[in-house]
């Protein structure tokens, strides 16, 4: 009898275990699921779903960094294959984890900095819970994630999304979103994983004209909010862990003189530290924009016709000074006739697709030019 | 911190694993230190002396009525038999009731049970009742934002669970007084019944010498014990969290405008509420006594499935059980045993009675029949009737009591107190005169037919008397009850509707038409949108279907114990079952940042 007590406390406790254990491991899928759908939520598990160490370049910042830049033309004109782990006002504390959670999967030869938030205040930046939750909750649960909740969850955060936990398990946040359920698409986010059709790049067709601020030709250097600055060293500091290049650019928009004086300072910084800068705004005629018609929201973002340009610039740039390979297999007569090929045909199908949703964005834009349909904020 | 807490339920887990890991004689230290916590982390830490002070101050009480027993030498100590102490619900105390004999002793004790008493109702009086008082006195001086000026800071923070503790700790004093409970002699351990945490929020009521035995039990780990604690605990969220949240808001959307919700809709709210109240105090319950079995402690029954009930009274003796069972052992039997009640008894039994012919009539006779009765038969019938007015008359003392006590208002007053007593006074009146009715008319009174009818009566009846209690002032259910009578405007509804974003256009003004309307214009989509009743299409689909499964478990558990029976079948469908539970709760309730989630109803008291 005393030999089967152990046994039968075993007996007792087992179907409670094994019921823990499996709400765990349904608990992570269905939190996916219900994760709010999106471009952003789209982009992370793009993300996730290439290859291991298939990327060339990863891309963090805010939304300039997937607006600017054309990743399919980058892969199908330069053969250079760049992901955007970015998300709409990304916090610049977000970076440091974001190259963390980056290295678990790829080891990116360069890492590209979108800077536009770093001239921000952190007091906006960090009251408002959607530009933290986008980056929390397009994570893949880890023990980086948390480390991005404890640092990003701060006292400046005013809206209701205070306490701490429902970061950490965001399905406290996003339980009512149970349709996520029958919808297809959403359910195939259960392992946080599925290919982006565009690798993150997110077009548009809107026009909204603006009129090009000329950069101040040598800005005196200013400093940052505090918590940029140390978000910025925190990030530096995380990029000697790896064995990446990085370059700090900001792309084309209406720059204030305030933040060509910041930019300054973050080129100091960053060149001090032995990586690369540069700034677009420099280059408005190389790069050809017109900022009546290249824009989609009066000088903040680039459409579909400004994103192309941008990154024809980026393209060249980027084979001028980086040793990157080239992912192309098709020479460059073909590639004039647009019949490219590359060495990845999920990168190909991406580049065929863009090309034809330029192709019926140019027309549109024009449209919306001549008739003076312009973008209408919401 | 709120029951339904994520803090609260780590909180929870934390102290469970505590609890099986100490020495078991230890484990009432742990729900002292879980108390005290929980307390604090309430908001205000310097609140949880009110407890404290309480306890300390029933614990020297009792002592001292330990001691004059003691001291005094008329003390008689009787040894009862077993049965008696059955009866009396004493568990681990020993078999003996006490007396506090005659004489000084006697007299000194009652001194120190009223001055116990005084000292513990001081406070609930205070926060509770002064203002209601002061209205009461000078209306036109009072107002909500005059009170709050003229009281100091920390007085506009009533203690957490005052009215629950106050009530435990009265029974405890009462019990002792009258022997039937032996007092604790270890303080901490005392404190450990007295400021029980989840029942110190929101009940039951506990009577110490029902419960004690449980609670000083060494309690060995029990997986079966747990799990069943854990079911019932989410039973109550799902009532709690899905349901009763749901309610919260189409109660509110009315309440808070009852002149364009009119008619139709202050019925459904009326109903809705009722339906809110259930959900939300007996899910309240389930989490209370869930964590309870957890811990091995066996808490009083507080509901019993009460909206079956065929009567007012019946309703009464299945909702909240432990209130009725304190209000009646100590407030309506002692008031029974006064002399002004006997006196008022025999004042009625005189007049009623005298030397009259009488005539009576048997239904049962083919003839009518005449009869003088005796004196002897007069006295006897007039002292019957005596005892039935001067019992309403107690019991309506009972019911203004109980109405007090859920609210410093008229409303409540009435609500809860005036209109059940009517209510059962005339359920007890008209029970002859229907019985004979139902005789004439060669109708069962038991078939199901009837007692159905019964039961939706009763339910009527109490979701009416409802209303008062959850309307602001006697004022404000008075416009709600005149709301009634009259047809929602056209207009009203069209711009409300456009006011919550409704979709459905013309047919918003309905439930129904909306959906309807919009159904065909935007699709399956509509059920995202918000309703005229201020939840979405998919919330009230939400809300009828969980109100059937509420249901359904209900009438299954007049006829077994549910857990009990799931728990006999194989673990793959208890899995399922269980499952299906929990993701549902998680799915569909209301919780979470965006949702405000209300307190429990019964928790501010």
């Given amino acids: ?287 050809g924009l017109d900022f009546s018609r290249d824009f989609s929201d009066y000088g903040v973002h680039t459409n579909a016709v400004g994103a192309q340009k941008c990154t024809v610039f980026l393209g060249e740039y980027l084979r001028g000074h980086y040793d990157l390979p080239d992912h192309r297999t098709t020479d460059d007569s073909e590639q004039a006739s647009g019949a490219v090929t590359g060495d990845d045909p999920s990168w190909d199908a991406a580049y065929v697709l863009w090309q034809s949703e330029y192709e019926a964005a140019i027309p549109v834009i024009e449209q919306r030019i001549e008739t003076g349909d312009f973008f209408v904020y919401e | 911190m709120n029951l339904t807490d994520f803090a609260f339920l780590c ?136 009170a709050e000026a003229s009281s100091p800071a920390w007085f506009q923070i009533v203690p957490l669970g005052l009215s629950y503790y106050t009530f435990t700790l009265i029974s405890y004093l009462v019990d002792v007084y009258n022997g039937i409970a032996v007092p604790e002699k270890n303080l901490l351990k005392f404190m450990s019944f007295g400021m029980y945490a989840p029942a110190l929020v929101s009940g039951p009521i506990m009577q110490y010498r029902n419960v004690s035995e449980s609670f000083y039990s060494e309690h060995a780990f029990d997986p079966d014990m747990i799990a069943r604690g854990s079911q019932r605990m989410l039973w109550g969220f799902f009532k709690k969290l899905v349901i009763a949240e749901r309610l919260a808001v189409i109660v509110a ?54 909206f079956f009930s065929k009567t007012i009274a019946e309703l009464w003796r299945r909702w909240h059980m432990t209130l009725g069972v304190w209000f009646k052992e100590y407030v309506f039997y002692p ?106 008319l060669k109708v069962d009174p038991k078939n199901k037919a009837l007692e159905a009818l019964r039961v939706i009566r009763t339910f009527v009846l109490f979701a009416f008397s409802m209303l008062f209690f959850r309307a602001s002032s006697m004022r404000d259910a008075v416009q709600l009850i005149g709301s009634g009578f009259i047809s929602p405007s056209s207009e009203a509804i069209r711009s409300a509707s456009a006011a919550l974003g409704v979709a459905g256009g013309a047919g918003a003004g309905s439930v129904f038409g909306g959906f309807m309307t919009g159904l065909s214009e935007h699709g399956i989509h509509i059920l995202n949108d918000a309703s005229i009743l201020g939840i979405t299409y998919a919330d009230i689909i939400i809300v009828i279907v969980s109100l059937i499964i509420l249901l359904i478990v209900d009438i299954l558990k007049t006829k077994c114990d549910v857990r009990e029976a799931i728990a006999a079948r194989p673990v793959v469908l208890r899995f399922i079952i269980w499952f299906a539970l929990l993701f549902y709760v998680i799915l569909l309730g209301c919780y979470g940042p965006g949702y405000n989630a209300a307190d429990f109803i019964y928790q501010g008291f």
């Fill in chain 1, 1 to 287: 009898m005393k030999d089967n007590k152990p046994h039968n406390s075993i007996r007792r406790i087992l179907p409670a275990v094994v019921f823990t254990a499996i709400f765990i491991v349904l608990l992570i899928p269905l939190s996916y699921i219900l994760r709010r759908g999106g471009d952003t939520k789209s982009r992370f598990m793009g993300f996730y779903a290439e290859p291991k160490d298939s990327l060339d370049i990863v891309m963090i910042g805010s939304s300039p960094t997937y607006s600017c830049c054309v990743m399919p033309e980058l892969y199908g004109e330069y053969g250079i294959k760049a992901y955007p782990l970015a998300s709409n006002v990304q916090r610049p504390i977000a970076g440091q984890f974001l190259v963390k959670e980056a290295e678990k999967t790829q080891s990116p030869a360069l890492y590209m900095f979108e800077m536009r938030m770093y001239v921000g205040l952190e007091v906006g930046l960090g009251g408002n819970m959607a530009y933290t939750r986008e980056v929390t909750d397009n994570m893949k649960y880890s023990a980086n994630r948390i480390d991005a909740i404890n640092a990003m969850v701060t006292q400046h955060i005013t809206t209701e999304d205070t306490d701490k936990y429902t970061y950490y398990f965001d399905i406290f946040k996003y339980h009512s979103n149970w349709g996520n359920l029958i919808d297809p698409v959403q359910l195939r986010s259960w392992r946080f994983s599925s290919p982006n059709p565009l690798k993150g790049y997110k077009i548009t067709d809107k026009v909204g004209p603006a009129e090009a601020v000329p950069a101040p030709d040598d800005p005196v250097p200013m400093d940052l909010d505090p918590y940029e600055e140390q978000a910025l060293l925190d990030l530096l500091e995380t990029l000697k862990e790896t064995d990446a290049q990085a370059l700090f650019y900001v792309s084309p928009y209406v720059l204030k003189e305030e933040d060509a004086e910041k930019y300054a300072h973050i080129r100091d910084v960053v060149e001090a530290a032995g990586y690369d800068w540069l700034d677009m705004n420099q280059y408005y005629d190389e790069i």
């Fill in chain 2, 335 to 440: 008031l029974m045993r006064t002399g002004i009640y006997a006196r008022i008894q025999k004042s009625l039994a005189a007049r009623m009675s005298g030397k009259k012919t009488v005539a009576r009539r048997s239904s049962e006779s083919t003839e009518a029949e005449q009869s003088t009765m005796t004196d002897k038969e007069a006295q006897k019938k007039a002292a019957k009737r005596a005892k039935r007015i001067s019992t309403y008359i107690a019991m309506l003392v009972l019911w203004i009591m109980i109405g007090l006590w859920h609210g410093a208002d008229l409303s409540f007053v009435i609500g809860c107190g005036l209109l059940q007593w009517i209510y059962i006074v005339l359920e007890e009146t008209l029970e002859t005169p229907f019985k004979k009715l139902w005789e004439r």
């Fill in chain 2, 253 to 306: 959307t009315v309440y808070d405008d009852p002149v364009t919700f009119s008619g139709r809709f202050v019925w459904l709210a009326i109903l809705c509420f009722s339906l809110q109240l259930y959900a939300d105090f007996s899910g309240l319950m389930d989490i209370v006594l869930g964590i309870s079995q957890c811990l091995g402690i066996t808490l009083p029954e507080n509901l019993d499935t009460p």
């Fill in chain 2, 11 to 146: 909180f929870f887990v934390i102290s469970l694993i505590v609890y099986y890991l100490v020495p078991r004689k230890f484990q009432w230290g742990v729900l002292l230190v879980g108390s005290i916590a929980f307390y604090i982390a309430g908001g205000h830490p310097i609140l949880v002396l009110y407890p404290v002070v309480s306890v300390c101050i029933v614990y020297v009480c009792t002592h001292f009525m330990t001691k004059v027993r003691c001291d005094s030498s008329k003390d008689s100590v009787v040894d009862t038999d077993t049965d008696a102490s059955a009866a009396s619900g004493q568990g681990n105390n020993s078999s003996r009731t006490v007396s506090n004999g005659s004489g000084v002793g006697a007299s000194r004790n009652r001194t120190i049970l009223i001055i116990g008493i005084v000292l513990l109702l001081l406070p609930l009086l205070t926060y509770k009742y002064l203002g209601f008082l002061w209205k009461m006195i000078m209306p036109e001086a009072y107002t909500v934002s005059t």
